[in-house]
């Protein structure tokens, strides 16, 4: 019964995380189209465009709000990805090969066939550069938007489309780090990977100060990435998987060691009044530090983050990329080669690559369904994996160079998120279970 309640407890919070951090991003995107397509859109502009420098000693570093939001806040989102996947392959849904290969297996369909139908619509030039923007799925978005369900889905579905996202992000990850790099400075990227050693040694000597890992990822890691030319999200997956997932005590000694503190705190007597006695504040302490050990940095941290890379960093890009000034015509717009390979890649594309994949893997029985899940369910998820929003724009920001190009990319990936969403939930209504859990 105890589990059963803590089940749905969990349940009921992640919903409500996850529908939430997709309405803050609804509103930040309403916010940037209307601010972008009204007369002060200069404003927008401008805003954007504002310097802020960072400096110690004689050591400064100037760039303009947008860049500091695309390549400082996101780092932490990527951050937040790599220790979820770092949770997942440890303890999650991909520590066993039967449990990860459904997910993975239509994760690498979901980002291949779209690249691929992409590629064929633009097969030269720099327009051919972007075929990594429709890989990519928003977990917010998707999630947000699969959450507004509540227990009508199975909460399986869920976890089938949280790791999906993540091995998907991951990937987008891959593609920034071997794709979408210039200029590349080995002296920085050496100084890079130096400084990722320090973590690593960190990790193996036992050290477990969050501090630790923030000032060598930020100040080392992410630095000398910024500088060798190296997208500097990278950092951010390479700083989480450096971070130890392992507890410091046991949950057998844990529980002993919580026994006896309880026993002992009720041995002391309390001080007239509210007041506990300055042993019981002791005991208190003991407790604490006893707790922590229980704990592994790697979720503490994770914990910390999801509100603010849910509530702030993520609808800050959303409203720093997704002010796109509509001006000429839309329709030739979307009928652009660009957009349309974002188009039929974000709707089309995903929804054949996981599927197929997916009925591969079980055809061959190589895997099998989650749990209280159907294939029709799968069909509304696989749509839904097409919201491609986030990760999109930003792919976007790093494929071209042309301004055109970039906002007919901004253009095809909104409209194209948005068709994508909708199919995705007209699916999952008609199959919904009003079986609660």
Do not use: C
């Amino acid at each position: 019964m105890i589990k059963r309640a803590l089940h749905n407890s969990v349940w009921n919070i992640t919903n409500k995380v996850f529908s939430n951090t997709g309405i803050v991003l609804l509103v930040a995107v309403i916010i940037a189209m209307l601010w972008a397509n009204s007369p002060w859109q200069n404003t927008y502009q401008n805003i954007l465009n504002t310097t802020i420098s960072f400096s110690i000693g004689n050591f400064q570093l100037t760039e303009p709000l947008l860049l500091w939001i695309n390549d400082a806040l996101m780092a932490l989102f990527f951050l937040q990805v790599g220790l979820e996947l770092k949770r997942e392959i440890l303890g999650g849904k991909l520590s066993t090969p039967q449990n990860a290969i459904l997910p993975i297996g239509a994760a690498i369909g979901g980002m291949v066939f779209p690249a691929l139908i992409y590629f064929i619509l633009n097969t030269g030039g720099e327009a051919s550069q972007g075929w990594g923007i429709p890989m990519a799925t928003d977990i917010a978005f998707s999630l947000g938007v699969l959450a507004l369900f509540g227990k009508r889905l199975p909460i399986a579905l869920r976890v089938f489309l949280v790791t999906l996202a993540v091995v998907d992000d991951l990937g987008g990850v891959l593609v920034i780090a071997l794709f979408y790099t210039s200029g590349i400075s080995t002296m920085d990227l050496f100084h890079a990977f130096l400084f990722f050693g320090l973590l690593i040694i960190g990790n193996y000597a036992g050290v477990r100060k969050t501090w630790f890992y923030a000032t060598i990822g930020i100040g080392g890691v992410w630095l000398a990435f910024f500088f060798s030319g190296v997208h500097p999200t990278i950092a951010g997956i390479l700083t989480a998987l450096a971070i130890p997932g392992r507890v410091k005590i046991n949950e057998a000694t844990f529980l002993k060691r919580l026994s006896a503190l309880h026993k002992k705190f009720n041995k002391e007597k309390p001080v007239k009044g509210s007041l506990i006695s300055h042993s019981q504040l002791e005991i208190l302490e003991e407790i604490k530090v006893t707790s922590s050990e229980a704990e592994t940095p790697l979720q503490k941290l994770e914990n910390a983050l999801n509100p603010f890379v849910n509530f702030i960093v993520l609808p800050l890009f959303a409203f720093a990329n997704a002010g796109i000034h509509l001006h000429g015509k839309v329709l030739e717009v979307l009928t652009h080669p660009i957009s349309l390979g974002i188009g039929f890649g974000l709707i089309l594309g995903k929804f054949i690559g996981i599927v197929l994949f997916s009925r591969i893997l079980v055809a061959f029985k190589l895997a099998k369904l989650p749990e209280a899940v159907n294939w029709n369910q799968v069909y509304g998820v696989a749509f839904l994996a097409g919201i491609g929003f986030t990760m999109s724009l930003f792919i976007n920001e790093l494929a071209f160079t042309n301004e055109e190009f970039i906002y007919t990319a901004k253009v095809g990936i909104l409209f194209s998120s948005l068709i994508a969403g909708i199919i995705g939930s007209l699916i999952l209504i008609k199959n919904q279970t009003l079986k609660t859990i």
